[in-house]
């Protein structure tokens, strides 16, 4: 058995390949090396995963996740799956090269995730060539889940929003101002900014919703993709929930950029699964 994994910052998605048409999903909470050790990954792994299958029967894990930046972050990720598969084959990748192979495959593209957080890079068809900064959620993340979320709460603090949509938010969030704030700056708070994205997505129909997405994600577009040298040239393909359920006003926003949209994956674990078992065998 094989194991393909996508971690996230709040999830992470486990796929046991069986052999080219029998997959298992299995999901633990997601984690990071920015905030886990690789004692907390362990523990994790072992606690949500490790019940559900026997480790002696994986020969290979291939693991893309959130946070692994250089080798120093893959490393802590490597420990941490090592100690629960001691007798696996064990790859660590950052999930910008996942989402390039889920989406692209071996054709030459830009491959973006849009989730809880965002990200982007020029990928040539093996390997990724060029890459924007991702800041992360308190200096960049735009187009993100968290992005959105905190351009709807800074809308809603500042009584920006319509009457009638501030009623709705009212409703929808009735722990008050002075709750959602201490939140916000707990830990963890990208993911609960994220949250916010369902109110958003209710309300898409209103002008002033779809106009703040709209402005989120084409600033992701702005500051992030055209500034890949052939932008216009290439397919530009997206990973993630926002991409997905966004989708309507994504397409507004690369249309009036000149940019031709490519394929969009809610979930990059299939298509990754595919990559791995009819070119990487």
Known sequence: MTIIADCGSTKCDWLLVHGERDHQLENTVGFSPFFHTSEEIEAIVKE???????????SHIWFYGTGVHDEHRAEIVLKGLQACFPKSEIEVEHDLLGAARSVCGHSAGIACILGTGSNSCYYDGKSIVDNVPSLGWLLGDEGSGTHLGKALLRAWFYRELPPDLNAAFNAAFPEGEHEIKDRAYEKGANAYLATFTKFLGEHLAH??????????L??????HVLKYSGAQSVPVHFVGSIAHHFQEVLVDCLKARNLKLGNVVRKPIYPLADFHTKHLD
């Not at 002008?207 to 989120?216: D, E, N, Q, R």
């Not at 084409?218 to 500051?223: I, N, P, S, V, Y």
């Open 218 to 223: 084409g600033e992701f577009l702005d500051r």
């Open 48 to 58: 949500q995963l490790l019940p559900k299958l026997d480790p002696s029967t994986v």
């Open 207 to 216: 002008p002033y919703i779809k106009s703040l997405v709209a402005g989120s």
